[in-house]
């Protein structure tokens, strides 16, 4: 599974986040052994297990340190996108309570958020934490929030520009690509995909949160 979210993840969070009502019942406790295999697995009933026992604590999280409701969900989100990225490998190894590491990866997400509205991180309610934040969390966070600016900037673009570059970045060939949006020169096809190519970088330059990461090595 690569960044994008499947199809099968956004009808999980599109449930879990914008209908939490309807899942507020008592279920199983579930140990981190099962919790850990079960997010590996994308198994429905851990996702709205893990909803059901962690959401509360990490909106709590969120609005009490200048967030709100919607700041909430996708902080819970983006840290339950991130678990998943690290679990999914057969080596990760788990060195505390998974409440403990899903906690410190979304108060890591949102540290990381107000830090880009300048906000004194000293003076929040559990800066302390920090120190507690998983080995390789900020390297997972980065790749994370660059992806976010490519994808970001990506919709961004012309439909006709997305469906050009999806088909080349799929390895389709020129000629099936000129079909399938309904072109018969190929050399039309090459001269767009430069546009489209040349106009997201350009986009991506543009966005202001791309000198956190890309700033030096355009020197």
């Known amino acids: ?25 008592i279920l199983k406790k579930y140990s981190d052994l099962e919790i850990v295999n079960g997010i590996r ?15 509360t604590m990490i909106r709590s999280l969120v609005i009490e340190n200048k967030g709100n409701e919607q700041d909430a969900k996708d902080v819970f989100q983006e840290g339950l996108v991130i678990v998943f990225r690290k679990i999914k490998n057969k ?26 509205t300048q906000v004194n ?14 080995d390789n969390l900020v390297d997972e966070y980065e790749m994370h929030d660059k992806y976010r600016i490519y994808q970001e900037n990506f919709n961004k673009l012309k439909k006709d520009c997305q469906k050009i570059l999806k088909l080349f970045m799929q390895k ?33 330059k543009k966005d202001k949160r791309y000198k956190r990461y890309y700033e030096d090595e355009d020197k």
Not at 8 to 24: H, R, S
Not at 100 to 112: A, D, H, N, P, Q
Request: glycine content about 0%.
């Open 41 to 55: 697995q994308r198994n429905a009933v851990i996702l709205e297990y893990v909803y059901i026992e962690y959401y």
């Open 91 to 116: 080596s990760f190894e788990l060195k505390s309570s998974f409440k403990t590491y899903f906690y410190s990866v979304c108060w890591y997400i949102w540290l990381k958020e107000l830090e880009k």
């Open 172 to 204: 389709v060939p020129m000629k099936q690509i000129a079909k399938k949006v309904g072109k018969k020169s190929e050399q039309y096809i090459k001269n767009r995909k430069k546009i489209c190519k040349d106009r997201l970088i350009e986009n991506i």
């Open 1 to 25: 599974m690569n960044l994008l979210l499947s199809r099968f993840w956004l009808l999980v969070f599109f449930y879990f986040i914008y209908y939490p009502a309807k899942n507020q019942r």
């Open 121 to 134: 991180i000293e003076k929040l309610t559990e800066y302390m934490y920090f120190e507690n934040i998983p």
